[in-house]
């Protein structure tokens, strides 16, 4: 059975600092995800990695992909408030009856304060 | 472009009543449909999937159940509602096993 684990689960930064938030999954996988959630709100995708060794970046945000280590990252650069919500990864299933369906992780709360 | 659309956004309801939550998709055809609930500060749990009309997969067995009566509509239902029925639901759609899932608004249910 497929698990994905994240960690921290509650963050909390100053603006302007760094940080990485982690997302470890216990078996081989095709792809992982990366998506957004703003309070009481849906799901906004931000990443898909695909291969080992992918990094993506867009704005402050940027993710790798380490197939070998079943590890991704999701580091924050110089952060700001409007980064506040919750982030969710989610790696692809490849096997059986959830085959190629998304298991997700619990989600890290990231809080930006000033 | 293709839109989503959930409904109702938000649903309080008794113990042991029904349930009918509908979502269709706009602007694509034969997307892969999903079903999820976000409980109260945990992550999302995969309920139900479909890859075609009338094709659906159970993630986890519950009182509730899901249906696909056209290539763009999937219905989540219950008989009887219970406490632990309650959550944030989330329909999704995607172009094919292993593409990024769009997410619609999501439903709030509340039993009581």
């Known amino acids: 059975e497929l698990k994905v684990e994240q960690n921290p689960l509650f963050l909390s930064m100053q603006e302007g600092k760094n940080y990485t938030i982690y997302c470890n999954y216990s078996t081989t996988s095709d792809r992982l995800y990366w998506y957004r959630q703003d309070p009481g709100k849906s799901l906004e995708s931000l990443f898909v990695l695909l291969s080992n060794g992918a990094v993506k970046q867009e704005g402050r945000l940027m993710a790798s992909l380490d197939t070998k280590a079943r590890l991704s990252t999701l580091h924050i650069t110089a952060a700001v408030h409007d980064l506040s919500a919750t982030y969710f990864c989610?790696?692809?299933?490849?096997?059986?009856?959830?085959?190629?369906?998304?298991?997700f992780g619990k989600g890290t709360k990231l809080s930006v304060k000033p | 472009s293709q839109t989503i659309h959930q409904w109702p956004a938000t649903l309080v309801q008794p113990v042991g009543s029904p349930l009918s939550l509908e979502c269709t998709v706009e602007g694509t055809s034969n997307p892969n449909l999903y079903w999820y609930r976000q409980a109260a500060g945990r992550g999302l749990q995969l309920l139900f999937y479909s890859v075609g009309i009338g094709q659906i997969s159970s993630e986890v067995p519950q009182n509730l159940s899901a249906s696909r009566p056209q290539d763009r509509q999937f219905i989540l239902s219950s008989k009887k509602l219970l406490l632990s029925d309650s959550g944030f639901y989330l329909c999704?759609?995607?172009?094919?096993?292993?593409?990024?899932?769009?997410f619609g608004n999501g439903t709030r249910l509340t039993v009581t």
């Open positions: 999704a759609w995607s172009v094919a096993t292993n593409s990024p899932l769009h």
């Open positions: 989610a790696v692809s299933s490849n096997y059986g009856g959830s085959q190629g369906n998304l298991i």
